[in-house]
């Protein structure tokens, strides 16, 4: 098992246009988890899935924001319509569906809009 | 509102000897407290945690202590090493799933 891999590392992409991620997380792990991290600050809270259920989404997840997990293995976050606010690291976790647990997070995404 | 607070930015210290990062929160509900490591260009790497039925909760050279009373947290590293330099994360959540993230402290040991 190679942990939480994320897909690209690194995304510059114009303002105005459509960008997706990638997250496969660790395979026993049945809830996935988006995070944004900006300069300086702590990882926030996007959404999460336990396996293919979105069951929550942070007020940060505007209406360009969409993630899914269709077969409840990996799962995509889209922006659309890129912002140069969106600029971040996105973080994916994973961990099991069990009471006082540990995430494991990716590499993460950065991206850049210019 | 920042529930979770690091109010140190950053700390130094010389390798051999303890590091203490603090943590402190303001949300009586939370019930589980993590540390994550990171590194430059990667993403946290769990660390140690501990539940709010215990006080202390120590792996190897790391150990956590929970003040429930004053809504705080101390990461202990003993002794600390080079390798330990990085940014440290506490995290807080109630329920089992959504993390809160303080913003960080960047430990940097000096050899």
């Known amino acids: 098992d190679t942990g939480v891999s994320q897909n690209p590392r690194h995304k510059i992409t114009k303002r105005g246009q459509n960008v997706t991620f990638r997250c496969d997380p660790i395979?026993?792990?049945?809830?996935l988890y988006w995070y944004r991290q900006t300069l300086g600050q702590g990882p926030e809270f996007l959404t999460y899935?336990?396996?293919?259920?979105?069951?929550?989404k942070s007020r940060l997840l505007s209406d360009r924001f969409s993630a899914e997990r269709p077969k409840g293995s990996f799962s995509t976050l889209e922006i659309q319509r890129t912002e140069q606010g969106d600029s971040a690291m996105y973080l994916c976790a994973s961990s099991l569906a069990r009471t006082f647990t540990e995430a494991f997070f990716g590499q993460g995404t950065r991206l850049t809009v210019v | 509102d920042q529930q979770v607070k690091q109010n140190s930015p950053s700390l130094s210290v010389q390798e051999g000897r303890i590091s203490i990062l603090n943590c402190d929160y303001t949300n009586s509900m939370f019930d589980y407290f993590l540390w994550y490591k990171k590194y430059p260009a990667e993403g946290p790497t769990f660390l140690i945690s501990?539940?709010?039925?215990?006080d202390k909760n120590e792996d190897g050279r790391f150990t956590v202590f929970l003040n429930k009373s004053a809504k705080h947290l101390s990461l202990h590293i003993v002794p600390s090493q080079p390798g330990d330099s990085a940014v440290y994360f506490c995290a807080a959540a109630s329920g089992t799933y959504k993390y809160i993230f303080g913003t960080g402290t960047r430990l940097k040991v000096l050899a």
């Open positions: 501990i539940s709010s039925i215990k």
């Open positions: 395979s026993e792990h049945n809830r």
């Open positions: 899935f336990q396996n293919e259920a979105q069951l929550e």
